[in-house]
């Protein structure tokens, strides 16, 4: 499955699932199901179970630490914010667990 994590955009038609909080991404990525995302970074002030809705440098850090730890297993990211600052940052943590998935752990 295609997640889509945007607190305004619609999900473009290619994707499957559209979620507007960090920490529900999170829990879709533990099922092993999805096999694509893309973020956004800035998630305004939705909540989700009492919980503050996040930013997608959240879910990119988890994927990251996840890929180092080696329980997560690969899958394709795109970003697609319009903060620079946080695509720069998403950018980052994502490459690094690409690393990891190739076993280059840097």
């Known amino acids: 499955m295609r997640l889509w994590l945007d607190d305004v955009r619609p999900m473009p ?3 499957d699932v559209h979620v507007k909080s960090a920490w529900t991404a999170i ?3 533990k099922t092993g199901l ?5 973020l956004d970074h800035d998630l305004g002030d939705i909540y989700n179970d009492g919980l503050p809705a ?5 879910v990119a850090t988890w994927i990251e630490s ?4 080696g329980t997560f297993g690969r899958i394709t990211w795109a970003v ?5 600052v ?19 752990k840097l």
Do not use: C, P
């Open 34 to 38: 999805i096999t694509h995302v893309s």
């Open 13 to 15: 038609y290619d994707y």
């Open 27 to 29: 829990q879709l990525l």
């Open 54 to 58: 996040g930013t997608g440098y959240h």
């Open 86 to 104: 946080g695509v720069e940052k998403m950018t980052k943590a994502l490459t690094q667990a690409d690393k990891f998935w190739d076993g280059r």
């Open 66 to 69: 996840n890929a180092f730890e």
């Open 80 to 84: 697609h914010s319009a903060n620079t």
